[in-house]
């Protein structure tokens, strides 16, 4: 099979870079922390003028006809630069239930608003009881004048406090766990009934926790067919782990090359500390790690497209189990290596190891999927 990559994205992949390159370096990036959104609106234009906003999109709905190497592509390079803009929660998420649940005319009206940049999505999902089960939803939906009222409480929606529209799920119907009965709505975030509370993560990204009481929809507010939108989470929630993946392998390239170079410059007893065979070998494991993931994140990335459900859903826990396994060999190297620096606020290589933390925790940690991966049978059936 031909891995490389073609002469688009390469030209992307460069140009990716280049941006990114432009736009951050730690100083910048710790400035940008500090502001009030949590991440740059110039460099979000930025973005928008590229063309990555809309990169995922169907060009008949406003976008660039991109796949899922192209994001991958993208997601690698976000990891590399710890960009902190909110690519993840409004292309990724919001619009992936966009691009697999709504109709061609909700497509048509809400996706360029993504596109140019003017709307912030946000996907309001996860709750405190749920863990990573994506079907525990208690925030409920009623019938009411042909709309909805909903009510509830989310948790972790990331990127909710600056969002200009939440996409909620809700219960319409069944148990607690059940995968029926299951809706998705879009609610403009600054709607009666909807209350915020913003926080900073491990990781230095935003999130939040939002309050839905007797918030009224219209039923044109539903994406997909209401009590049926399990399936769309679930797809949205697999090409995530996809997206999380890449950006990890984009995290942890750099965390091994700023070892690396540390090892060469850093002395001790007269020598670099990088000619003692034990940090050599050290150094050596986190490669092989490093290696680990990226054909694992590979291999999601060509996933994300397969139709069948169940083997996607192996694919991206098998994903999500290498990816964690590999960036806690690459973060603690990375740490112990660098010595107490590598602890500090003040050098990089801490926060990339915060942000494989976040990654690791996100829709499930690796303890998680391999139990999953575990109960399914593993990759390859018996």
Do not use: C
Not at 270 to 290: C, E, K, N, W
Not at 303 to 320: G, L, N, S, V, Y
């Amino acid at each position: 099979m031909d891995f490389d990559l073609s002469d688009e994205q390469r030209l992307l992949r460069d140009s990716v870079e280049r941006l990114l390159g432009d736009t951050y370096d730690f100083e910048t990036r710790q400035r940008v922390l500090r502001e009030p959104d949590g991440f740059s609106r110039t460099a979000w234009r930025a973005y928008a003028e590229l063309g990555l906003l809309g990169l995922p999109f169907a060009e008949e709905d406003g976008g660039f006809g991109g796949g899922a190497v192209e994001t991958m592509i993208v997601a690698e390079a976000f990891g590399r630069a710890l960009a902190l803009e909110p690519f993840f929660a409004t292309v990724v998420l919001g619009g992936g239930v966009l691009r697999h649940g709504a109709d061609g005319e909700m497509r048509a009206a809400l996706i360029p608003q993504i596109t140019s940049g003017e709307w912030l999505l946000a996907l309001a999902h996860s709750e405190r009881q749920a863990r990573y089960d994506l079907a525990d939803v208690e925030t409920r939906a009623r019938k009411d004048d042909g709309g909805f009222i909903i009510d509830g409480e989310k948790s972790l929606v990331l990127h909710g406090d600056v969002a200009d529209r939440l996409i909620v799920s809700v219960r319409l119907s069944g148990g607690p766990r059940d995968e029926r009965g299951l809706a998705l709505f879009l609610v403009d975030a600054n709607a009666a009934g909807v209350s915020r509370r913003g926080y900073r993560t491990v990781d230095g990204l935003r999130a939040a926790e939002v309050t839905f009481s007797n918030v009224r929809v219209g039923a044109d507010a539903a994406i997909g067919e209401a009590g049926a939108a399990f399936p769309i989470i679930a797809r949205v929630a697999d090409e995530a782990i996809a997206f999380l993946a890449a950006e990890a392998v984009g995290a942890m390239s750099a965390m091994h090359e700023l070892t690396v170079d540390y090892l060469k410059t850093r002395k001790q007893f007269g020598v670099p500390i990088g000619s003692f065979q034990a940090l050599q070998h050290r150094a050596a494991d986190m490669l092989i790690a490093l290696e680990q993931a990226r054909s694992m994140a590979m291999f999601a990335t060509m996933m994300t497209d397969e139709p069948d459900a169940r083997e996607r859903r192996k694919a991206m826990a098998a994903a999500k189990v290498q990816i964690g396994r590999s960036g806690r060999i690459v973060g603690q190297g990375a740490v112990q290596l660098h010595g107490g620096i590598g602890m500090t606020m003040e050098y990089k290589v801490g926060h990339y190891f915060k942000r494989m933390t976040a990654i690791d925790a996100l829709f499930g940690d690796a303890d998680h999927h391999l139990g999953l991966l575990a109960a399914s049978g593993g990759l390859d059936a018996a």
